[in-house]
């Protein structure tokens, strides 16, 4: 008989929302939260970019001759453009075309590839065939070249430019939520769903949907730094926002013809691009060591 | 009497994970003779597969840490070498056979390019020259030893075009290259079906008998032992708790975690029910003083607290319990 | 007799690929805007110009029968005439598509020279500094616009240190016809004028890193975790108990099957390769196909823009083809069972 115990005593550990897990797992990790840091500061930025800009009325029609090519200063804290323009104010109010083609440009692709990528996924057959199928040919075509091709038939514009990165967007989320939903169709929580009489509907959405969100979420955010990547390649070449709305890619674009001496035009429009690039994506790498996701690219 | 050519004697070793020690290895000593079979038997995670990394010289320094015994191959001390002199050992005078055949062999190289590198990197180690021909003579040479038909055909074959019973054959040519003197087999056959099992067995003992090599059978299946081997020792928890001839230990074991384990083998008459042994490892970071078996045994005292001694019960049978000591006294 | 099954699976299936991208681009650059030819002619052409210009171009016809011409032409390597030049698309741009290949070509050579090495070596010292720096490197690509860097690259090596040129395929003063390939550098070396091929050298140098970084980092990226994932396979452990010694075990034993995740991606990468291409063309007035593609796209010469698209579209899949080629190769398992 053991009359000496060999054991520690047993001691239940304090237990932890999942919610706070994620955040302490979430914080402990510094490039994610960097990541997260520059995402929240270039949203505030751009939704107060009348109250925050020094120079609010820059963002828009007017002209200062007197101060053209102004190099970084105190008073114009990113040097003036070859109009006289405060670029720090633009680069605030040129954040704001960089979201909202980032909103839109998800908004549209994110539900259009998600649901496809369920049906696809669940109801396989012909209706699997025909998607998937679809969705590798729009893969196989580069998307810079088909923004170009339907920026340039269409006028120049925001919206035009939003609709050219849309048409081939969503495929990426259809490749993605398709394959976890065939992973997912065959466990047993789908089975037990249908056996108790879920319709599709239901299984699809409060079943399988809600497994998908952390891919998505990782998804969505490293999206959001590329789609700003392309828009701004798009209005590099001309084909998306036209002056006078600040934006970010024209701004470097326009710069360019003063390099290498007033450097400041070209080259701090384009590290802006880089720093909201460089938000999304350490925040979605951060997300996607949070969640362990593996399959998102 | 064979020379034994392999001999550990009190090897302990520690693993540092995430600031914590676990002591995985405690004073474990065991002999391997040349031409004989010897096995290592326990159930997962007591420690076998760390000592035959650590036999092999395949533990990394960190985490892993030897912190006292000596492991002597042919008299020389291979804790005392440099990584040099035992990487020349590896492969060439002592070799491993893996447990997996499907994951243990690259699935982007031939067979007969494996092989050859083995060769070839040995040759070069031991000052050797041959040419490719002669190496791939030896080649198929190794693989009829291990009675696999068309050696040629084989050596240009990819793993994945040979079943799995194949597949560990070679792995055992892989293991008789060179001049092998130590081979350690990982639970040989656990991943085959039990005819192909039984072949690589059989074929492991003809080897045995054939070149005179020294057997070291690390396995979980006492009925493979019981078969095969001609010696046994039972770990458990990092500790050797009883070793013996395998008749002499089969007919008479001393140590209650040998009876309780041949107890849990199913056998064809008597008892229809299964048991199983109450309790679970320890914790090796924090293992129990003394006998690391005494909270599952249900006949320990408080003098089991304290390490129990070796004791010879008859021959070359013996046991490290105070049971014994006692009975003894 | 698998693998080749396979490939010619892959080539049928890229037809058909093609087959949708002309679908799509006839859709977007014939049915969507109005009038194709007053889009090309601009609002202040007569409307007779407009009707001309519809009849040459055989705009009047059924769409279905305009679709038909058009892949026909397609399949017989025609990519049209364009509307503005009154040109085939092809003699337009086949004077600049050798430039273009050139620079994709040392592009991707850069990227694997450049990035397996990093890969490894981030996956060798997995933790340490070399490998915090490949990741920050990775980044770093993933997230610069290629405009801009090259922008930068051409700044600071241009003008600020002034060691390389900026501009053009060689320098102003140099002729010479690459008439053999097309491509710069192996033309000059078969004719043995190395004074052209160290010029183009130092002429493609800062376009191609311009273009290189953004791939390089992904291509470090994955063959690093490539690399992890085979470190941790059975059959390393053994070769390492077999006596193999460690260069060998890494840079043949561990690289050889961590070699078709990077191919893979690079596959995946040349969509956007193509894209960058363009802007980074422009920024070096490097004269490939970007430069007639964005005329194309500013004058709204739609013919010029569908055979534009469609090359595009052809490079893409021929560059996938190859990919599953060398694929085949590297793996025996995809060669001999035309599958993984």
Not at chain 2, 183 to 210: F, S
Not at chain 3, 149 to 174: E, N
Request: with cysteine; aromatic share 8%; charged share 15%.
């Amino acid at each position: 008989m053991a009359d000496q115990t060999l054991q520690a005593p047993f001691v239940a550990p304090a237990r932890l929302t999942t919610g706070q897990q994620n955040w302490r797992r979430f914080s402990s990790n510094p490039t994610a939260v960097i990541g997260a840091a520059i995402v929240v500061l270039v949203v505030l930025a751009a939704i107060f970019a009348p109250y925050l800009a020094p120079y609010p009325t820059h963002a828009g029609e007017i002209v200062n001759f007197r101060a053209r090519h102004h190099p970084p200063s105190l008073q114009y804290w990113f040097g003036t453009d070859d109009v006289g323009r405060d670029i720090f104010s633009r680069v605030l109010f040129g954040y704001r075309v960089s979201l909202i083609l980032a909103i839109v440009v998800l908004g549209i692709a994110v539900p259009l590839g998600t649901t496809l990528g369920l049906l696809a996924g669940y109801f396989g057959g012909w209706i699997e065939i025909i998607i998937m199928r679809l969705t590798d040919i729009a893969l196989g075509i580069p998307p810079l070249v088909m923004a170009l091709a339907v920026s340039s038939i269409l006028s120049p514009n925001l919206i035009n430019a939003m609709l050219a990165i849309s048409i081939l967007w969503w495929t990426w989320h259809t490749r993605l939520i398709y394959s976890i939903t065939r992973t997912l169709r065959g466990q047993e929580f789908v089975e037990a769903a249908r056996t108790l009489g879920a319709s599709p509907f239901h299984i699809l959405f409060r079943e399988i949907l809600p497994n998908c969100v952390s891919a998505i979420s990782v998804k969505v955010s490293l999206d959001a730094g590329f789609v700003i990547l392309i828009g701004a390649t798009l209005s590099f070449l001309g084909l998306g926002v036209q002056p006078p709305t600040p934006d970010l890619g024209t701004m470097v674009a326009s710069g360019a013809n003063f390099l290498p001496d007033n450097w400041w035009e070209s080259i701090l429009p384009g590290f802006a691009i880089l720093f909201v690039t460089l938000g999304f994506n350490l925040l979605g790498d951060g997300l996607r060591d949070l969640f362990d996701v593996e399959e998102v690219r | 009497m064979s020379a034994t050519l392999l001999s550990l004697r009190d090897l302990s070793l520690e693993f540092s994970l995430f600031g914590r020690r676990a002591y995985v290895l405690n004073r474990v000593s065991l002999d391997v003779p040349e031409a004989r079979h010897v096995a290592l038997v326990g159930e997962s995670g007591c420690g076998k597969s760390v000592t035959m990394r650590a036999i092999m010289g395949l533990l990394r320094s960190p985490p892993a840490r030897i912190t006292g015994g000596e492991i002597l191959f042919d008299g020389r001390d291979l804790l005392t070498m440099s990584a040099p002199e035992r990487e020349a050992l590896r492969g060439v005078a002592m070799s491993m056979v893996f447990q997996d055949p499907m994951t243990s062999l690259n699935p982007v190289f031939s067979v007969g390019d494996q092989m050859g590198s083995i060769l070839k990197y040995a040759d070069r180690r031991l000052g050797r020259a041959r040419s490719k021909a002669e190496r791939m003579t030896r080649v198929y040479e190794v693989l009829r030893q291990v009675r696999m038909p068309d050696p040629e055909r084989i050596a240009l074959a990819y793993p994945f075009m040979l079943s799995g019973g194949m597949r560990q054959r070679v792995l055992i040519a892989m293991a008789l290259l060179n001049e092998t003197r130590l081979l350690i087999a990982d639970e040989p056959g656990t991943a085959l079906d039990v005819t192909t099992q039984a072949q690589i067995l059989k074929l492991l003992q003809d080897l045995v008998a054939e070149r005179h090599l020294a057997l070291l059978m690390i396995t979980h299946n006492l009925g493979v032992v019981r078969a095969s081997a001609n010696y046994v020792y039972v770990m458990y928890a990092g500790s050797v708790v009883e070793h013996g001839p395998t008749a002499a230990l089969f007919a008479n074991p001393r140590h209650p975690y040998t009876r309780a384990l041949i107890d849990c083998v199913p056998k064809l008459s008597g008892r229809t029910t299964f048991r199983g042994i109450e309790g679970t490892l320890p914790d090796y970071a924090a293992p129990p003083p003394g006998c690391r078996f005494a909270p599952r045994c249900p006949h320990a005292t408080s003098v089991c607290a304290t390490p129990p001694p070796d004791l010879a019960v008859g021959g070359a049978h013996g046991v490290s319990c105070w049971l014994e000591a006692e009975k003894a006294a | 007799m698998e693998f080749l099954f396979f490939l010619i699976r892959r080539v049928l299936w890229s037809l058909l690929v093609l087959v949708g991208l002309s679908m799509v681009i006839f859709i977007i650059a014939r049915v969507v805007p109005g009038d194709p030819a007053r889009m090309a002619l601009g609002p202040r052409a007569s409307q007779e110009q407009v009707e001309t210009l519809r009849k040459s171009m055989g705009l009047d016809l059924p769409i279905i029968e305009q679709y038909a011409r058009f892949v026909g032409g397609l399949a017989h390597g025609d990519l049209g005439t364009s509307f503005l030049t009154k040109r085939s698309v092809n003699a337009d741009i086949s004077e600049t598509f050798a430039a273009t290949l050139e620079l994709v070509i040392t592009t991707v050579l850069i990227a694997f020279a450049v990035g397996v090495p990093l890969g490894v070596a981030a996956a060798h010292w997995k933790d340490g500094w070399a490998d915090n720096c490949v990741r920050l490197f990775a980044i770093l690509g993933a997230v610069t616009p290629s405009f801009f860097l090259a922008l930068l690259l051409q700044v600071l090596a241009g003008y600020v240190l002034h060691v390389l040129p900026t501009t053009g395929r060689l320098p102003p003063g140099m002729a010479f016809q690459p008439d053999i390939t097309g491509l710069l550098l192996i033309d000059s070396l078969i004719k043995g004028r190395l004074d052209v091929l160290g010029e183009a050298l130092r002429h493609l140098l800062l376009p191609a890193v311009a273009l290189a970084m953004a791939t390089t980092g992904q291509i470090a990226r994955i063959t690093r975790s490539s690399m992890i994932d085979v470190a941790k396979q059975d059959y390393i452990e053994a070769s390492r108990a077999f006596g193999i010694p460690t260069r060998v075990r890494l840079f043949k034993y561990m690289l050889r099957p961590s070699f078709v995740p990077p191919l893979t991606i690079m596959g995946l990468e040349f969509a956007s390769l193509i894209g960058n291409a363009f802007v980074v063309e422009l920024v070096f007035a490097w004269p490939g196909m970007a430069a007639y593609g964005v005329r194309t796209i500013m004058q709204k010469d739609l013919n010029a823009i569908m055979g534009v698209v469609m090359i595009s579209g052809l490079f893409f899949v021929c560059a996938n083809l190859l990919v599953d080629l060398i694929v085949g190769f590297v793996d025996p398992r995809v060669r001999i069972q035309g599958a993984r």
